[in-house]
């Protein structure tokens, strides 16, 4: 797993940590809500992400999480593209 970095543009923060594993590279993102709380998302190489219902109290913990969802789980609940089948579409 590769390592973390924090960006921030004023109104919103972010740390995001970019997970490699088999050669597939997934991002998890914890994102800063309006309230201080972190929403969590992990996104795949299309563009796609998976989002977190629940909120945690730190970037560190949403970050956490969602590492230990891809160490659990495995990459491929992450890759699922069913519904987003238009990404691939070569006429669009």
Same mark, same amino acid.
């Given at each position: 797993m590769k390592?973390?970095?924090i960006m921030e543009d004023g109104t919103e923060?972010?740390?995001?940590?970019?997970? $490699?594993i088999e050669g597939v590279e997934l991002i998890v993102i914890a994102s800063r809500l309006e309230t201080g709380s972190w929403q &969590? $998302?992990?996104?795949?190489v299309y563009g796609i992400?998976?989002?977190?219902l629940e909120s945690f109290p730190s970037a560190? &913990?949403?970050i956490e999480a969602g590492v230990q969802a891809i160490d659990k789980e495995g990459i491929?609940?992450?890759m699922d593209t069913e519904g987003f089948e238009y990404l691939?579409?070569?006429?669009v």
């Open positions: 390592g973390g970095s923060a972010k740390l995001i940590k970019e997970v $490699s &969590l $998302s992990v996104q795949n992400s998976s989002n977190w560190r &913990l949403a491929e609940p992450f691939f579409d070569e006429n």
